[in-house]
């Protein structure tokens, strides 16, 4: 067991953990951060992306020791007393949202993205989930929800 | 109508934008195992010899369970079991371990333990001797009689590695079918055309792979939190393995599933089977995540194989006689081999075009390779893509522009045909002349071009069902119930596998009671929320739930408005009452639903109706225009454009439908230029993995455009069609068509990959 | 397990050598990961150089770019300072994966996996870059050829040895750089074919070229005969397209189940080498189309 610092969704923490272990089974067995999902265990598919440092990463892939002092976002860190993030209104009112598996990382890959630049073009948009794979919806919805709440965004939301 | 028609925002949102709708593998319970599963690396063994004994002593092992320990009787996967009409029966030919294995990846064993890395390990211990066996791999060498027999047992007496029957689907306009009336359709032929297409198993890829947690108590109850889109022919199919009472199995989701496309209609892989088992003998509740990689090489895929057919028309191009076959490779175990042949064949050829003379013949051939099974279009993806391939031929040779060849040859209202229903409304031209504008068909068609990257346009069309009666056993029952306090509840066990079917299930059940749907709420995906249902398959759920809802509320709006007619209330006649949006009115009085549900229920008083019912069946029509660019001189096919015009019968929420048509779109444009699984003999599929599967990503669609068209059906709620399966259908032949555009050359293998483009060029001398 | 978070390049390689190989190197993690999640891989000890902070950063110092080992690939893909320079790292930088990987995956650890067709190493590759390497000899440069020992096999020891970081000269004004890749699908892909080139071009003749190709051999593999052929010639399409025919005899394209057989890259490879030259003739103002 070694001591792990770090700040999850806005609050810092001190825990115990088993270095060996990902960090996506840190947040999902040791914080109940279920939101986060696993869809390959690979890098391969999204699903279990958070963000790290201002930056998208799959959980899956890396070791949880690396979040050594790093602030750390999950889905269940979007949204302030029970209102949500427009990236979450937006993916809901646009239906961009079937089966919701892939939605907690594709909503991160989001966030990061327009957290860094709230005027993507549809390149951008698409680079950014290029990584996240969603089997529903042929992605027409989840690239106008982003681009939604991006509008958004700009107006200061 | 409030609600039907309207862009409402998906009632599940909430939960799956914030990451706390649950799914089947966030689910804990207390003292609970983990499981892995130990799968035969041979495509045909004999286990000789199975000992266990180093797993079950390394510490933290709880049960280990093979053919030795655990029950033998056969079944089927698939829900088939429990669908299947009589006078047929279903093909029971699996076991939930085998001591002969019949593909890579085929279960053997599973172990229990206190940790997941713990039965990892364990897995590793148990220590088999197996004797190889002969195999085979393709359907057509799997029916010469010469081949090794996959199922000896369980296989058709008479035609070899057959499994259950060969599907005939057989119609004629003027006279009783014969084979010889089909010749003399031919005989009629000015023109014949034929057409061959050998298409690839293509895997579902849903989102959350197969999962399942068990829970077995001593008293005899088992519950089954699991990721089926069939919680109750689940139950029915655990409680038959099991030799348990029905009412002592559970089965629900918790309640969400990462979508299904048909993947886990009946049992999730064996994911619910293996749990149960081992749950049983540890009295404890077990887990079983599927790895991403057992998920692709052990559960159902897309049918592949091998179709053919030839079409007879007049020189004014009506079409006369069609004769299709398809030997389509079912794998080790049959599943859904033999409804999937038959729909292949009802509604991939059957369905589209007025055909005077037909015959489809389908063969579903046991090899030994992973069983394939339901996915999204069901065997109709199969048939339409021949059909069209043959159409498209037709009308090169008649040198008529495709479109107007078809639009001749539809199916109409009146047309005589295979169904043992009416046809309904049909749109299948206004959406072929609405794909046609989107893509600029008369612009862009037949352009002749000289550089390496070539454009090209094409267009298919299709149809499908809106559930499976009266073909298979099809029916559900709802609860209707209103609140003390006036809301109204649904329950059904029907699940929500990703479409927003609940959604679109409470604004109907809304505007057919007349009451708000801010107040309304739907229990579903658990076969205990409600007495029988079929679960989320066929195109159906909204079409078949809502059928049984008019019933329902209709008897529950008869009893809310004679109870309000009496005279502690409104005092007057009960049929001058209305409900709407919560308020009954009538000659001038008015109470709320709110009020009366509570007097009600201070005198003892209910409103709810249980109902079930058969649903009608809709043919909902479909046609899709691409567009694609071919860099000649490396074979690269790329899609630029779907314009999918859709004849839905009526929309009930126009961005959920949308949704279906994009995401089924995307899963043919993968099926037409990327997505295959390439098996390796002696290793198994390649395709372990998302990187090893080339199935679309988020930078690497064409522009999607969705047209909904609405015909009105007659027979629908509100006019309404299913659309869940039939977004990915006509996708495949479009682009093959727009790919002939570019290069002049029809393809007639899928999918469209950069080795077979090339060699299809050179071959044809176009390089 | 041991985890360490290395704060220098010297810690870690001091890290390492206390643990007699029982330790070894993690940077981005994107392939150490998925192999200790396959038992593939069992370290005891894992040694982080993602916080060592000589060797983050990019640089420039006397005539050379310095790319820090623990530098991500899309840290890379978006520098300013390497697109002026090599647009065509950029670009191979940016194909790996998906930007999930890019934000933790380095570039070394793309050439340290040894895979023959790894998009940032083919793309650094023809740079002519030099690996500086920590051991407990002390330090000393490696070339691109000297990476490799096989198919998947660096000649590096991960539980030895430290990559630091690395030199690549700058170009002139006349020596240009670019990367192509045939691929099934943009993310989430390994390519079917990639091919990188460098060169320098006076007067529209080719002065020296430098082509690699993957996967076509162990590592990103040179194509010297093309490149001894196209010394002195003019970029012309013909001579582009004959280099890429001669550059089959330098390659050894394997089947892929999913990636193209041998007979359909040995077709696409000379097109391939031909359209990574067209890129530097574009770059150089004498190609006006494209490809």
């Given amino acids: 067991m070694e001591k792990l610092n770090m700040t999850i969704n806005g609050k810092a923490i001190s825990v115990d953990v088993d270095p060996g272990i990902r960090l996506v089974d840190f947040l999902r067995d040791n914080l109940f951060l279920t939101g986060t999902k696993i869809g390959c265990g690979k890098g391969e598919c999204g699903a279990c992306t958070v963000i790290m440092n201002g930056k998208a990463v799959t959980s899956c892939i890396i070791p949880v020791m690396r979040a050594q002092g790093a602030v750390i976002e999950t889905i269940e860190g979007l949204g302030k007393n029970g209102k949500l993030h427009p990236i979450q209104e937006e993916f809901i009112n646009k239906g961009a949202i079937q089966c919701g598996f892939c939605t907690p990382g594709m909503i991160m890959s989001s966030k990061a993205l327009l957290d860094e630049n709230n005027a993507p073009t549809s390149d951008e948009v698409r680079e950014a989930l290029g990584g996240n794979i969603c089997r529903c919806t042929g992605y027409v919805k989840i690239e106008e929800a982003v681009m939604a709440a991006a509008d958004r965004m700009r107006k200061g939301e | ?767 | 397990m041991k985890y360490i978070l290395a704060k220098s390049a010297a810690e870690a390689l001091e890290a390492l050598l206390a643990e007699e190989g029982k330790a070894r190197i993690i940077a981005g993690g994107s392939d150490v990961m998925v192999d200790m999640e396959a038992g593939k891989l069992a370290p005891q000890t894992l040694v982080d150089i993602t916080t060592a902070d000589d060797m983050k950063g990019i640089r420039i110092q006397d005539d050379q770019l310095i790319i820090g080992a623990a530098v991500t690939l899309t840290e890379i893909a978006r520098s300013p300072l390497i697109r002026q320079y090599f647009p065509s790292l950029c670009k191979g930088a940016g194909s790996v994966g998906s930007l999930q990987i890019r934000n933790s995956a380095t570039l070394v650890g793309n050439v340290v996996t040894a895979q023959p067709a790894a998009d940032a190493a083919m793309a650094v590759a023809p740079l002519d870059p030099r690996f500086v390497v920590l051991s407990k000899d002390g330090i000393r440069e490696l070339a691109m050829g000297e990476m490799y020992a096989g198919f998947g096999k660096s000649t590096l020891n991960s539980t030895a040895e430290v990559v630091k970081e690395i030199h690549i000269p700058l170009p002139a004004d006349d020596e240009k750089a670019s990367f192509v890749r045939l691929e099934l699908r943009k993310s989430l892909s390994l390519p079917m074919l990639n091919v990188a080139a460098m060169a320098k071009v006076t007067d529209g003749f080719f002065q020296w070229v430098r082509i690699t190709m993957g996967p076509v051999g162990v590592g990103p593999t040179r194509a010297f005969e093309a490149e001894e052929w196209l010394k002195g010639k003019a970029l012309t399409p013909e001579n582009m397209a004959e280099a890429g025919r001669l550059a089959l005899h330098n390659a050894k394209p394997r089947s892929n189940p999913l990636r193209g057989s041998k007979k359909y890259r040995e077709h696409a490879l000379p097109i391939l080498v031909r359209r990574a030259l067209e890129g530097i003739a574009k770059q150089m103002g004498l190609l006006h189309f494209d490809n």
């Avoid at chain 2, 089927?76 to 002969?100: G, H, K, L, Y």
């Avoid at chain 2, 259950?164 to 005989?187: K, M, N, Q, W």
């Avoid at chain 2, 191009?317 to 004769?323: N, P, S, V, W």
């Avoid at chain 2, 038959?342 to 369905?351: I, R, S």
């Fill in chain 2, 1 to 767: 109508m409030k609600y039907v028609g309207k862009n409402i925002p998906r009632n599940d949102g909430f939960d799956k934008a914030t990451g706390l709708g649950q799914f089947t593998m966030d689910v804990s319970m207390p003292h609970m195992l983990y499981a892995r599963v130990l799968r035969s690396p041979y495509a045909h063994a004999k286990v000789v010899k199975i000992d266990t004994s180093a797993a079950e002593a390394l510490p933290g092992v709880v049960t280990v369970c093979t053919f030795e320990n655990t029950t033998n009787k056969p079944f089927n996967t698939s829900a088939t079991m429990v669908t299947t009409p009589r006078p047929a029966e279903p093909v029971r030919d699996q076991t939930i371990f085998t001591d002969e294995p019949k593909y890579i990846g085929d279960e053997v064993a599973a172990v229990a333990a206190e940790t997941e890395a713990i039965a990892a390990e364990a897995i590793k211990r148990i220590k088999v001797e197996y004797e190889v066996l002969p195999a085979v791999y393709d359907p057509v060498e799997a029916l010469k009689p010469d081949s090794p027999e996959v199922q000896p047992l369980y296989g058709n007496k008479e035609h070899h590695n057959v499994c259950g029957e060969i599907v005939r689907v057989t119609f004629c306009e003027h006279e009783p079918y014969s084979d010889e009336a089909l010749e003399r359709g031919f005989a009629q032929a000015d023109v014949i055309v034929d057409a061959d297409i050998k298409l690839p198993r293509v895997k579902q890829c849903q989102m959350e792979v197969h999962a399942a947690v068990a829970s077995y108590k001593a008293n005899g109850t088992l519950e089954i939190i699991s990721t089926t889109q069939t919680p109750t022919p689940t139950k029915m199919i655990v409680a038959y393995a099991f030799d348990l009472p029905e009412s002592k199995v559970r089965v629900r989701n918790p309640p969400y599933l990462g979508g299904g496309f048909g993947v886990r209609i009946g049992i999730s892989g064996k994911a619910e089977l293996l749990a149960a088992a081992l749950s049983m003998k540890a009295l404890r509740p077990v887990k079983i995540v599927y790895s991403r990689e057992e998920d692709f090489i052990a559960s159902d895929t897309r049918h592949g194989g091998y179709m053919h057919a030839r079409l007879g028309a007049k020189k004014d191009g009506t079409f006369l006689a069609l004769d299709t076959t398809a030997k389509l490779n079912t794998g080790a175990y049959c599943t859904f081999g033999v409804e999937l042949l038959a729909v292949c064949g009802v509604c991939g050829t059957a369905g589209t075009y007025h055909i005077p003379y037909l015959r489809y013949m389908g063969y579903p051939v046991y090899t030994n390779q992973q069983t394939a099974g339901a996915f999204r279009g069901f065997g109709t993806p199969q048939g339409t893509a021949v059909v069209e391939a043959c159409v498209d031929k037709l009308a090169k040779v008649l040198d008529m522009d495709p479109i107007r060849l078809r639009k001749m040859n539809t199916m109409k209202p009146d047309d005589k045909n295979f169904f043992p229903f009416s046809v309904g409304s049909v749109g299948t031209n206004e959406c072929l002349d609405k794909a046609a504008a989107e893509i600029g068909w008369y612009e862009k068609r037949g352009k002749v071009q000289t550089g390496n990257k070539r454009r090209g346009v094409g267009i298919a069309c299709n149809t499908h069902v809106s559930n499976a009666a009266p073909f298979c056993v099809d029916y559900n029952a709802v609860n209707m119930i209103i609140e003390q306090d006036g809301s109204l509840r649904i329950n059904t066990a029907i699940p929500e596998i990703g479409p927003g079917s609940t959604t679109a299930l409470i604004q109907v059940a809304c505007d057919l009671l007349g009451v708000p749907f801010e107040t309304t709420t739907i229990i579903f995906g658990d076969s205990a929320a409600a007495p029988f249902d079929i679960g989320s398959h066929a195109t159906r759920t909204l079409y078949s739930v809502s059928q049984v809802m008019e019933d329902a509320a209709a008897e529950l709006k008869a009893d809310i408005l004679s109870y309000a007619a009496g005279k502690d209330f409104l005092d007057t006649d009960a049929s001058a009452l209305t409900l709407e949006n919560g308020i009954i009115s009538g000659n001038g009085k008015e109470m709320t639903l709110k009020a009366l549900a509570y007097e009600a229920h201070l005198k003892g008083k209910q409103f709810l109706v249980s109902k079930c019912k058969v649903p009608d069946n809709s043919l909902p029509f479909a046609a899709q225009a691409a567009e694609v660019e071919v860099d000649m001189e490396l074979g690269l096919v790329k899609v630029l454009k779907i314009a999918a015009a859709h004849d839905v019968g009526k929309v009930i929420n126009p961005r959920l439908c949308e949704g279906q048509v994009e995401g089924g779109v995307l899963q043919g444009v993968g099926w037409a230029v990327r997505e295959e699984m390439t098996y390796e003999e002696g290793k198994g599929f390649y395709n372990t993995g998302f990187h090893k599967y080339m199935l679309p990503t988020a930078d690497d669609h064409p522009e999607i455009i969705s047209i909904l068209v609405e015909s009105n059906d007659p027979k629908g709620t509100f006019g309404m069609k299913g659309i869940g399966e039939v977004g990915c259908i006509p996708t495949l032949p479009a682009i093959f068509s727009a790919v002939e555009d570019a290069t002049g050359v029809r393809f007639e293998e899928a999918p469209l990959t950069p080795d077979r483009v090339l060699a299809g060029l050179k071959a044809a001398g176009k390089i």
